[in-house]
């Protein structure tokens, strides 16, 4: 792969681990329960994407699908003023798509194309969370099949869109927090099978002791699995 870009998730210790940031052609998973940071995480990629590349960024816009109304300004707000950037530039960047249902989701991805073509230099695409809607719709074992496959090709088609346009695409995914609804394992999570082997590298978020986090790699083609502890705070993500 030719121009890899990676974008900068605030922690340097978080971004040794991903060696250097979530990378553009490639599908970012962060998997974990409730609270533990995935959405915080969205949050201060929606930022960073947008600073110049030796600030950790790739001078792009970002695109949040939002599918359970977790986006907030006033959030972006607190990060911009973290790196000292101008808010009103910042949300100008972020084009926030809310996702009414599973189809509509699906859609999403036609419309990000458009703003592609159209000259939107977009460097990153959120989906915060990927699976919400297709867990509301899609209930029982009968309907399972049918829901993998709108998931595989909905990963498909943001896969197309990180490989054409060289763009990285990070999506948040819940997972419970006990651990046998990991069906034995979290790489087995949830939607796991489907997710397993459309995103290029997973996260596993766990909470850890006075409001730490812990960030795991468990499933990379190229890098160590390995972890790494950072915080949330006001400005966003740190070591
Ligand atoms: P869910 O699956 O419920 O959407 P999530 O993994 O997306 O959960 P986040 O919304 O990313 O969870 O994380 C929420 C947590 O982030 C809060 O519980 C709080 O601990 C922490 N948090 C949020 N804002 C701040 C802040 N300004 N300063 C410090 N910590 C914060």
């Given at each position: 792969?030719?121009?890899?870009?990676?974008?900068?998730?605030?922690?340097?210790?978080?971004?040794?681990?991903?060696?250097?940031g979530?990378?553009?052609?490639?599908?970012?998973?962060?998997?974990?329960?409730?609270?533990?940071?995935?959405?915080?995480?969205?949050?201060?990629?929606?930022?960073?994407?947008?600073l110049?590349?030796?600030?950790?960024?790739?001078?792009?816009?970002?695109?949040f699908?939002?599918?359970?109304?977790?986006?907030?300004?006033?959030?972006?707000?607190?990060?911009a003023?973290?790196?000292?950037?101008?808010?009103?530039?910042?949300?100008?960047?972020?084009?926030?798509?809310?996702?009414?249902?599973?189809?509509?989701?699906?859609?999403?991805?036609?419309?990000?194309?458009?703003?592609?073509?159209?000259?939107t230099?977009?460097?990153?695409?959120?989906?915060?969370?990927l699976?919400?809607?297709?867990?509301?719709?899609?209930?029982?074992?009968?309907?399972?099949?049918?829901?993998?496959?709108?998931?595989n090709?909905?990963?498909?088609?943001?896969?197309?869109?990180?490989?054409?346009?060289?763009?990285?695409?990070?999506?948040?995914?819940?997972?419970?927090?006990?651990?046998?609804?990991?069906?034995?394992?979290?790489?087995?999570?949830?939607?796991?099978?489907?997710?397993?082997?459309a995103?290029?590298?997973?996260?596993?978020?766990?909470?850890?002791?006075?409001?730490?986090?812990?960030?795991?790699?468990?499933?990379?083609?190229?890098?160590?699995?390995?972890?790494?502890?950072?915080?949330?705070?006001?400005?966003?993500?740190v070591?």
């Amino acid at each position: 792969r030719k121009d890899v870009g990676h974008i900068s998730v605030g922690s340097k210790g978080f971004n040794d681990l991903i060696a250097g940031g979530i990378e553009t052609q490639a599908i970012t998973e962060v998997f974990g329960e409730f609270g533990s940071g995935k959405s915080q995480i969205s949050h201060e990629l929606a930022v960073t994407v947008q600073l110049p590349e030796e600030l950790g960024g790739l001078d792009g816009d970002c695109v949040f699908v939002d599918t359970e109304n977790t986006f907030r300004p006033e959030r972006i707000k607190q990060i911009a003023n973290g790196f000292e950037l101008d808010l009103e530039d910042v949300l100008q960047r972020i084009h926030v798509a809310r996702a009414f249902n599973s189809s509509h989701q699906i859609l999403m991805v036609d419309k990000i194309n458009e703003l592609i073509q159209n000259g939107t230099n977009v460097k990153l695409v959120i989906v915060d969370s990927l699976m919400a809607h297709f867990r509301a719709e899609y209930v029982g074992r009968e309907s399972l099949a049918v829901r993998q496959q709108k998931l595989n090709q909905h990963l498909h088609s943001l896969q197309q869109i990180a490989n054409t346009y060289n763009v990285a695409v990070f999506i948040t995914n819940q997972v419970q927090a006990k651990p046998d609804s990991f069906f034995g394992s979290p790489t087995k999570a949830i939607g796991g099978h489907v997710l397993g082997h459309a995103s290029t590298y997973r996260i596993w978020l766990k909470k850890g002791l006075a409001g730490k986090r812990i960030a795991r790699l468990v499933d990379s083609p190229h890098l160590p699995e390995g972890e790494c502890v950072f915080k949330i705070t006001n400005e966003g993500i740190v070591d």
